[in-house]
């Protein structure tokens, strides 16, 4: 049975079989890893519209009145902002509390700023870091709950980072991420256009195991996404251009392949919640 040196080597070495070919990467007209802070917005507005599901219900009912979150890879704030659209106290003996302060931090400067203004409208206190987690550990301050959400996939040294991130909460870490990897309902694309077969791993069962052999107690809830990867066929298109590292002009290429393989409309995203408590 793998130790935890094990299991994070085998995690690390899974993960970089998701990397591109430099031989493709050097022929994309877009970085085909970059972020919409746009998406990433309307994905938060509409999570402020409606708070609900697994995630913020765990970061919540260990949340003490006034009480500070910490939003690792906090992108534009869906997995942390609309707990202040919870209301305070919740229902008697549920433990719920409020959304006294939330430190954000990310590698992104727009995404960060999306973040502010909305905590602004929200009268959030908010203090954001820019930067890599775990590197700016040491300047971020503590919190009753810290979270990161949607955001394992891009980490190789994912020990380092959990307990980087169990070491900054006061009760509570509670994770978010997709059971497979987000990029996996490119698989048949990447296949079709570049003859590249990805793999199937790493998963959400191999960040439970890394984090249970730290340690930690873990708890898990599993539930399909709440939304929809893509509005319509076109938006997938413009999507799979981009991380195929394809020339936009052959986004009818794209649609054409997408129905040939069956692709449409794209199932569901597997939403996995893991937490654990601090003694």
């Not at 430099?22 to 919409?36: G, K, L, N, V």
């Not at 959030?124 to 775990?134: A, E, S």
């Amino acid at each position: 049975m793998d130790g935890p040196g094990g299991l994070e080597e085998r995690w690390r070495a899974e993960l970089a079989q998701w990397g591109i070919p430099d031989e493709i990467a050097a022929r994309a007209p877009a970085d085909p890893w970059e972020h919409s802070p746009a998406r990433f917005a309307g994905r938060t507005d509409r999570a402020l519209a409606d708070p609900e599901g697994p995630t913020l219900a765990r970061i919540a009912e260990a949340l003490p009145d006034n009480g500070d979150v910490l939003d690792v890879g906090a992108g534009t704030g869906a997995a942390s902002l609309p707990l202040a659209r919870l209301g305070g106290g919740g229902a008697p003996g549920d433990g719920r509390g409020t959304l006294g302060g939330l430190v954000a931090v990310d590698t992104s400067e727009a995404m960060l700023a999306a973040l502010v203004s909305r905590a602004e409208a929200l009268d959030v206190p908010v203090r954001t870091i820019r930067g890599r987690w775990p590197d700016v550990a040491g300047r971020t301050p503590a919190a009753d709950v810290a979270v990161a959400a949607h955001v394992v996939y891009n980490v190789p040294d994912l020990a380092d980072f959990l307990t980087a991130l169990t070491g900054h909460a006061r009760r509570r870490v509670v994770l978010e991420l997709p059971y497979r990897h987000p990029m996996s309902w490119l698989n048949p694309l990447w296949a079709h256009f570049h003859g590249i077969i990805r793999p199937e791993r790493p998963t959400a069962d191999d960040v439970a195991a890394i984090a249970e052999r730290l340690g930690y107690g873990v708890r898990r809830q599993e539930r399909p996404a709440p939304l929809s990867r893509f509005a319509d066929v076109e938006e997938l298109a413009e999507s799979a251009c981009r991380r195929l590292c394809l020339d936009p002009a052959r986004a009818e290429e794209v649609v054409a392949a997408v129905a040939e393989l069956d692709m449409w409309p794209v199932p569901r995203d597997h939403w996995v919640t893991l937490w654990w408590d601090l003694p």
